[in-house]
């Protein structure tokens, strides 16, 4: 028998095998007591796991959408723009009609880094206008810098809703701090539910006269 042609005949992948391709992940956790009885006396219990999330995911998309309207930073179309990477002063013209020294980029790449994480949010409110942000602008948060720093805005979620504010430390408590005298501060207290939801990176309006 010639070996040679034994071994050409193997190899190589098969049509069909292997497991199919697929985005979905698998995850494992552990469940304090309590919460782990709980989901052993569901049927089916992956189901309820799924159901479960599925629910909070839209119960924070419609929390978040009492700040005003909401969209990912995946669902914008891509855009190019001409860019002139030079430095301008209000000072006497610098002519700008010269293709030549423009070059292309990306906006959403250049507002969003990490689009995946990034989220537009229209804001309705006054609360931070002195921080520039008014009523009608658009606001780019990035979800995955949940550590803003006190001069950074932040959306933070505050006993199950979202408001936009600065967070401090002081005197051993959390403050939510608005940029507006006519707002109070809003005290964190460990009886509350807070968490940081990500930060603002950039903010979208017309000038202002």
């Known amino acids: 028998m010639d070996n040679s042609t034994k071994k050409g005949s193997r190899g190589g992948k098969r049509e069909g095998a292997?497991?199919?391709?697929?985005?979905?992940?698998?995850?494992?956790?552990?469940?304090?007591?309590?919460?782990?009885?709980?989901?052993?006396?569901?049927?089916?219990?992956?189901?309820?796991?799924?159901?479960?999330?599925?629910?909070?995911i839209v119960d924070e998309r419609t929390n978040l959408e009492k700040l005003g309207s909401v969209y990912s930073a995946a669902q914008i179309k891509e855009m190019n723009l001409p860019y002139f990477d030079i430095g301008i002063v209000a000072g006497f013209p610098i002519p700008l009609d010269n293709d030549e020294k423009a070059q292309d980029i990306e906006l959403l790449k250049m507002l969003c880094p990490n689009p995946e994480s990034c989220y537009l949010i229209r804001v309705e409110g006054y609360s931070m206008i002195d921080a520039g942000i008014h009523s009608g602008d658009i606001v780019i948060v990035d979800k995955s810098n949940r550590n803003p720093s006190e001069s950074e805005v932040a959306v933070c979620e505050f006993n199950g809703d979202y408001t936009l504010k600065r967070f401090v430390k002081r005197d051993g408590f959390g403050w939510l701090i608005p940029a507006n005298p006519d707002f109070p501060?809003?005290?964190?207290?460990?009886?509350?539910?807070?968490?940081?939801?990500?930060?603002?990176t950039y903010i979208i309006h017309k000038p202002r006269h």
């Open 18 to 56: 292997g497991r199919p391709s697929t985005d979905s992940k698998l995850y494992t956790f552990r469940a304090p007591k309590g919460m782990a009885e709980y989901i052993d006396a569901q049927d089916n219990k992956t189901d309820f796991i799924k159901n479960c999330i599925a629910k909070s």
């Open 185 to 200: 501060e809003i005290k964190v207290t460990p009886d509350d539910r807070f968490s940081i939801w990500g930060t603002v």
